[in-house]
C-alpha cells in the first residue's frame, strides 16, 4: 500500500462534512434527505427514481433557475455521441471554481464538488436528467473527495463485489443484469465507485439498469420496474428491497470482457498489462495532478485486486453459464 494511498484514506475518513445544523443550507430553503448514491447522503427538494435507503457525505441536489451564459473559453473535455458514448458533452471549469457541463438536449449542469452541491438544469425530462446526473457530474464530486471511478459495472455476491469492465456497448450491463436475474445485487451498472484504503472498496451507486430491449425481453429480473424506454433500450430502477444499503462492499475481481467463445473461460491478467487496461476504463480531469493520482490509483487497484479476462458466449441461454464461471473463479478461497 503506498503512502498515497494512505493519504486518500485519512482525507476521505477526516473530509466527510457534518449535517448542518436545522438541516437547513446556506440558501434557506429546507432540504429533505432523499437517499443515498455513491456514497452521498442526497439532500434535495426534487424526486430521484434510483436512490438507496441509508446516509453518508451530504450532497445537495437542486435545479438552476438562471442557468450560466455560455462560456468563452475552451472546453476541458468533449464527448461526441458514437457507439460507445450516447450522449454529446461539453466540461468546462476547475476543481476550485466548479465545473459547468453541458449536455446536449438537457442543458446546463453546474458542479461544484467542494460543496458538494449540484445544480441541475429545470424543465426536462427528470428520468433522463437524474441518469445523466450520477454520470459527470457525480463522479466530479467523489473524485473531490479522494474516491476513483472505473467505466465498469459492480455486483454483489456472498458480500464480495465484482467488477465488469469493458467500452460502451460491450455487455457489461447485459451481463450484471444476468447476475440480478441469479438472485445477486447490482451495486452499479456503468461507473464504479472506488475507495482505497487498507483494501479496495466499492460504494453502491445508483440503484438503476439500462437494459438493452432485445435483453430485457429474453432475461427473467426480479422486482424491477420500467421507468423508460428509448429506441434500444429499457431503463428499468431496481426494487427497493433489492437496492440494500450505501455501505461500501470490499472487491475482489475486476473482469474485463474480451471476444466471443464457445464456453466461458477466464485467464488472470498480468498486473502491469492490467494497469493499462484499468487506465482505460478511468475518468481522468485533464490535469497533471489528477493523472497521477488516477494512475497511482489504477496502479494499486491492479497489484491489489486479481484482474481477469473473460470470454464468453454472447447467447442469452448460456448467461446462467456464464455467471457461475466467474463466481467460481473469482470468489474461489
Known amino acids: 500500500m503506498t503512502d498515497q494511498r494512505l493519504h486518500w484514506g485519512r482525507m476521505v475518513a477526516d473530509g466527510h462534512r457534518r449535517e448542518p445544523e436545522g438541516g437547513t443550507p446556506p440558501g434557506g430553503e429546507a432540504l429533505a434527505r432523499a437517499g443515498a448514491c455513491f456514497g452521498f447522503?442526497?439532500?434535495?427538494?426534487?424526486?430521484?427514481?434510483?436512490?438507496?435507503?441509508?446516509?453518508?457525505?451530504p450532497l445537495v441536489v437542486r435545479e438552476d433557475e438562471t442557468p450560466p451564459a455560455d462560456p468563452s473559453s475552451e472546453p476541458l473535455r468533449v464527448w461526441e455521441p458514437s457507439a460507445a458514448n450516447p450522449f454529446h458533452a461539453k466540461l468546462y471549469g476547475d476543481l476550485e471554481a466548479g465545473y459547468r457541463l453541458w449536455i446536449g438536449g438537457l442543458g446546463w449542469y453546474q458542479v461544484f464538488p467542494e460543496a458538494p452541491e449540484i445544480r441541475v438544469p429545470p424543465d426536462v425530462d427528470p428520468v433522463l436528467r437524474e441518469e445523466r446526473l450520477w454520470g459527470i457530474p457525480a463522479t466530479l464530486c467523489f473524485l473531490a473527495r479522494g474516491d476513483i471511478p472505473l467505466h465498469a459495472a459492480a455486483v454483489e455476491v456472498g458480500g464480495s463485489a465484482i467488477l465488469f469492465g469493458a467500452p460502451g456497448r460491450f455487455g457489461k450491463t447485459t451481463l450484471a443484469a444476468a447476475f440480478l436475474a441469479a438472485g445477486h445485487r447490482i451495486l452499479s451498472e456503468d461507473v464504479s465507485c472506488l475507495r482505497l484504503s487498507e483494501i479496495?472498496?466499492?460504494?453502491?451507486?445508483?440503484?438503476?439498469?439500462?437494459?438493452?430491449?432485445?435483453?430485457?425481453?429474453?432475461?427473467?429480473?426480479?422486482?424491477?420496474?420500467?421507468?423508460?424506454?428509448?429506441?434500444?433500450?429499457?431503463?428499468?430502477?431496481?426494487?427497493?428491497?433489492?437496492?440494500?444499503?450505501?455501505?461500501?462492499?470490499?472487491?475482489?475481481?475486476?473482469?474485463?470482457?474480451?471476444?466471443?467463445s464457445e464456453r466461458p473461460t477466464l485467464e488472470r491478467e498480468d498486473p502491469a498489462v492490467a494497469v493499462r487496461d484499468l487506465w482505460a476504463l478511468s475518468f481522468k480531469v485533464p490535469t497533471d495532478a489528477d493523472r497521477v493520482r488516477c494512475f497511482q490509483a489504477v496502479a494499486d487497484v491492479a497489484s491489489d485486486v486479481p484482474v481477469w479476462n473473460l470470454r464468453r458466449p454472447l447467447r442469452f441461454d448460456a448467461l446462467p453459464q456464464v455467471v457461475e464461471a466467474v463466481i467460481e473463479m473469482c470468489l474461489r478461497p
Open 41 to 57: 447522503e442526497v439532500r434535495s427538494q426534487l424526486r430521484f427514481a434510483y436512490l438507496r435507503a441509508g446516509s453518508g457525505t
Open 200 to 260: 479496495p472498496w466499492v460504494l453502491p451507486g445508483p440503484a438503476m439498469l439500462r437494459v438493452r430491449t432485445d435483453s430485457f425481453a429474453q432475461l427473467r429480473l426480479p422486482g424491477v420496474q420500467p421507468v423508460a424506454r428509448d429506441a434500444d433500450r429499457v431503463h428499468v430502477k431496481l426494487d427497493v428491497r433489492s437496492r440494500g444499503g450505501p455501505e461500501p462492499v470490499p472487491m475482489r475481481a475486476v473482469v474485463l470482457l474480451r471476444g466471443a
